[in-house]
């Protein structure tokens, strides 16, 4: 076979449809196209029995009541509607909520948006390796904290959260627990059935399904009530109203299936092939890995090659698809969030990679990402005035630098 | 994002990059920048007795525009009276490299560049 490029190592962002996913969708975007809540006739009938049945796949993958998904347009609506929903429904419990430094905008961004509406909310800050202290979780716990929510799976580093522990230690105190789960599924061996956990978000194209949907889930026993945040027609028991989707539904049901199915085969297969980029990668000096490497996801690497700024980086293998922590990748000039609070320096931060592997790569891939990035690291370093400084035994974090803030302050404001 | 031809001519194949004797007297050094903020320039000029600037390198830590503008100076530099060198604006580079409108501070790190090592070359050789 031979080498396809550029080649796709960021399954992390989202993942390629597969082909056996775009098979089950194809007649619900073609013949099948009646409307789920039509009870009048057959058109309506199928596209309901495919809807249940697509519930069904999708609550056996995660353990789970078939009546406890909520279908939404993705991880960041499910998201929405489990912490505003939660928090708004039980307000009169306690206005205090609970998260991490290192959850997903679609989290922080939430909790932002309650606080201005009179909420209060802790943000813990991760261990350097970016696990959570649960003793420092346990201390965040006041009497009025009515929510926490803790990702399963961080979307850079790939490192997972023990949310077993953590849901026993909700559930002991009465403190709703949301999960965010778009990057654990196919990844992480859970089943809802055992975890104190009630309400978990999940999307479809991270997962090898289509964009554009997602799933709440909503535990029954104990019951968790929610303020619904879309109003009209009552769909989705009144916690999400608006015709379903059938077509994205089937493909999400689908692509759970296989992902749980598939999992005991793909994940040593994943794993070799990242162990084995990070071991090629480890063979250059000043490499750094972010976050810790035992409680991680198989999918995902997240290094530092530190003196080489990432978005250069980015753009001398611009022969795979990978993303950077780099300030120079986002409009606000800031490093990464998550590698900040993991305590890594802005020069660190800078100069990170995170390769995220799937299911369609090869090991050539792997080795030809590994031979370029040598290749281009090395080169970039020769034109690096801190490699330079490094090399000459020069203190590059304790150096004196200019007054790069006043340059950057007549520029941005 | 998508960088001008030029951008992506200069960051591939960049001119000039090196080092020179920083003590030599002839040698003017600047350095501008900080890891931290993700860009670091090390520019210097070599400057013949006629005053005329003969040599430039330069070594950039930063992203594609950063290097870019870094190469750019050192070719623009060469053959240059230390006033004219002084001369070189931001907005000159931004437009030759037609960075967008987020790059534009690689343009002025490059500027800076430039002052700095000027003012080297001339504190060493004002005594």
């Known amino acids: ?65 078939s009546k406890e998904i909520v279908w939404t347009s993705g991880a960041t609506e499910s998201i929405n509607l489990a912490v505003k929903g939660a928090a708004l429904f039980y307000q009169d419990k306690g206005k205090h909520l609970i998260t991490v430094k290192t959850e997903h905008k679609a989290t922080l961004d939430t909790m932002r948006e309650l606080e201005r509406i009179g909420f209060e909310v802790t943000y813990l800050t991760p261990e350097t390796d970016g696990l959570l202290d649960l003793t420092k979780l346990a201390a965040a716990i006041r009497p009025d ?47 809802l059935a055992d975890l104190n956990v009630d309400l978990m978000s999940f999307s479809a194209h991270k997962v090898y399904g289509p964009k554009g949907i997602g799933v709440l889930y909503v535990r029954r026993k104990p019951r968790v009530r929610l303020q619904p945040l879309i109003h009209g027609g009552g769909h989705e028991r009144g916690f999400r109203s608006g015709t379903l989707p059938t077509h994205q539904i089937v493909g999400m049901g689908a692509a759970f299936e296989l992902a749980t199915q598939e999992m005991a085969s793909e994940l040593p297969r994943i794993k070799y092939l990242r162990d084995k980029l990070l071991a090629g990668l480890q063979q250059m000096e000043e490499v750094y890995l ?103 035994g020069i203190d590059v974090a304790n150096f004196e630098w200019s007054s790069h803030d006043t340059q950057r302050d007549v520029i941005l404001h | 994002m998508a960088y001008s031809n030029k951008v992506v001519d200069h960051y591939e194949n960049p001119r000039n990059v090196g080092a020179l004797d920083k003590n030599d007297a002839q040698v003017g050094t600047g350095m501008v920048g900080a890891p931290a903020c993700g860009d670091v320039m ?10 005329i600037i003969q040599d430039a390198k330069f070594k950039t830590y930063g992203c594609g525009s950063a290097i870019a503008s870094s190469s750019l100076v050192t070719e623009w530099l060469k053959g240059k009276n230390l006033d004219q060198a002084q001369a070189i604006k931001n907005s000159d580079i931004a437009e030759e490299l037609e960075l967008p409108p987020v790059k534009i501070h690689c343009s002025v790190l490059a500027e800076d560049a430039i002052k700095a090592a000027v003012a080297d070359y001339r504190t060493k050789n004002s005594k």
């Open chain 2, 42 to 51: 090390k520019l210097q000029i070599k400057v013949g007795t006629d005053g």
């Open chain 1, 145 to 191: 904290t009515i929510l926490i929510s803790v990702m399963y799976v961080n979307n850079e580093i790939g490192v997972v959260q023990d949310v077993a522990a953590i849901g026993n230690l909700c559930r002991e105190k009465g403190i709703i627990f949301h999960v965010d789960a778009a990057q654990a599924v196919g990844k992480v061996k859970f089943s």
């Open chain 1, 290 to 392: 972010n976050g810790d490497l035992e409680h991680r996801v198989a999918h995902n690497l997240n290094v530092s090659f530190n003196y080489v700024e990432g978005e250069s980086l980015m753009m001398a293998v611009k022969d795979i698809a990978v993303s950077s922590g780099s300030a120079c990748t986002s409009a606000s000039l800031e490093p990464s969030y998550v590698l900040r609070a993991l305590g890594r320096n802005d020069e660190l931060a800078h100069s990170s990679i995170r390769f995220s592997i799937s299911r369609f790569n090869t090991e050539e891939e792997i080795d030809y990402t590994v031979k370029l990035l040598q290749e281009k690291v090395t080169k970039l370093r020769e034109l690096s005035p801190l490699w330079e400084m490094y090399k000459d």
């Open chain 1, 1 to 65: 076979m031979t080498l396809q490029l550029p080649i796709y190592l960021d399954s992390a962002a989202t993942t390629k449809l597969d082909p056996r996913v775009l098979e089950k969708m194809m007649p619900f975007l073609t013949n099948e196209f009646g409307n789920p809540a039509s009870r009048s006739h057959g058109f309506g009938w199928s596209a309901e029995a495919a809807v249940e049945h697509a519930r069904e796949q999708v609550a056996s993958a995660v353990g789970c009541d």
